[in-house]
């Protein structure tokens, strides 16, 4: 079964890219303890405005990388914008202000006001369906630890997506963001630069240029788009 939802992230994981290398100065600030109310575990995450020191870049993208271990995701006024035009439901946003830019090129250029990303958890991964086991500390809280291999794509349990927009996995903890179509149109509509979108679930072994899905393309829906988008 073709699945309606799409992952999303955005290039540039090292220095040499055309897009700056972000990292979080103040972390430690935006922190903010969580405690479950089920179990009592407490974990730590970033809540609160942050500020970004860039390096390298040629340009000025629309998402960027900041933490390549949690889904954690810096965008645009662009993107704010577009999400805010349609109603896009499930995240929250902080102030993400670039306040050291070590980059000869971007030095130059007018720096677009930034948002850090905090997106909600949005839906199950089915284990039996993804050929893994979970083991659970706590069903309520990130409390739980994945037993998988990483390069196992992760099916989603279409019954448990609540209808958000943009979210994150419930029940493992993943670096994965997840939308809908409606997130990926905006991209095409607005020219959002930098994203990387792919299929839920799309083989992670495929080379990146046989996942990505051509957003910015001239043919939309692109070749080999599943039949479903052919009714939208
Ligand atoms: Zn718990």
Same mark, same amino acid.
Request: proline share 9%; hydrophobic share 25%.
């Given at each position: 079964m073709e699945s309606m939802l799409f992952e999303f992230s955005y290039f /540039?994981? &090292?220095? +040499? &890219?055309d897009v700056p290398y972000v990292s979080v100065t103040d972390s430690e600030e935006a922190q903010r303890a969580e405690v479950c109310d089920v179990c009592g575990h407490q974990w730590k995450v970033l809540r609160g405005s942050v500020s970004l020191n860039v390096e390298g870049g040629r340009y000025w993208p629309d998402i960027m990388r900041v !933490? $390549?271990? &949690?889904?954690m995701v810096v965008v645009s006024s662009r993107v704010m914008d577009g999400f805010v035009s349609v109603g896009i439901r499930g995240f929250a946003s902080y102030e993400a202000r670039v306040v050291g830019i070590d980059s000869d090129t971007l030095s130059l250029e007018k720096c677009p006001t930034y948002y850090y990303l905090e997106l909600c958890r949005g839906i199950d991964v089915d284990p039996d369906a993804s050929g893994i086991e979970l083991e659970y500390a =706590? *069903?309520? =809280?990130? *409390?739980l630890s994945k037993i998988y291999d990483a390069n196992a794509p992760l099916v989603p !349990?279409? &019954? +448990?997506?609540? $209808? @958000? !927009?943009v979210f994150t996995f419930r029940n493992i903890r993943s670096q994965i963001r997840c939308c809908t179509l409606k997130v990926v149109e905006l991209a095409r509509q607005h020219r959002w630069s930098n994203f990387f979108f792919q299929f839920m /679930?799309?083989?992670? @072994? @495929?080379p990146v240029a046989q996942r990505k899905i051509d957003y910015l393309g001239e043919m939309w829906p692109p070749t080999g788009w599943p039949p479903w988008t052919q009714k939208m």
């Open positions: /540039g994981k &090292s220095l +040499t &890219s !933490d $390549g271990k &949690s889904p =706590c *069903r309520a =809280c990130p *409390r !349990d279409l &019954s +448990t997506w609540e $209808g @958000l !927009d /679930g799309a083989n992670p @072994l @495929l």
